[in-house]
């Protein structure tokens, strides 16, 4: 089992900076990789970025240069740090752990994006 605790989101207006966290309950070197996908209102959960257990990492095309993901090792967090933030980013993010051959999933916290 892994719980994920995510903090951070909120309300900015486009070209802004936010930053979300995840604290998982594990070692994150237990994890075989941690990531933080979204969702709008009416479409998919998408991708947004990982980061694997050996520190790789893996952005979606659409946020590629503008969103940084990191861990940090000693507190079992990852960090999305958001920056150029658009409208097209309004959605509810959630934080993602996979462990074995499970997949978990943080409550989500809503980043709004006004124009």
């Known amino acids: 089992q892994v719980q994920l605790v995510e903090s951070g989101g909120g309300l900015v207006q486009t070209g802004g900076s936010l930053r979300l966290s995840c604290a998982a309950s594990?070692?994150?070197?237990?994890?075989?990789?941690m990531g933080w996908y979204r969702q709008a209102p009416g479409k998919q959960r998408e991708l947004v970025a990982t980061?694997?257990?050996?520190?790789?990492?893996n952005y979606a095309d659409s946020v590629e240069g503008r969103f940084t993901i990191s861990r940090d090792t000693a507190k079992n967090t990852v960090s999305l740090q958001m920056s150029g933030l658009k409208p097209e980013d309004t959605a509810v993010y959630y934080c993602?752990?996979?462990?074995?051959?499970?997949?978990?999933w943080g409550q989500g916290t809503q980043v709004t994006v006004s124009s």
């Open positions: 594990r070692t994150i070197f237990s994890l075989n990789s």
């Open positions: 980061i694997t257990n050996g520190a790789g990492t």
């Open positions: 993602n752990a996979a462990f074995g051959s499970r997949w978990y």
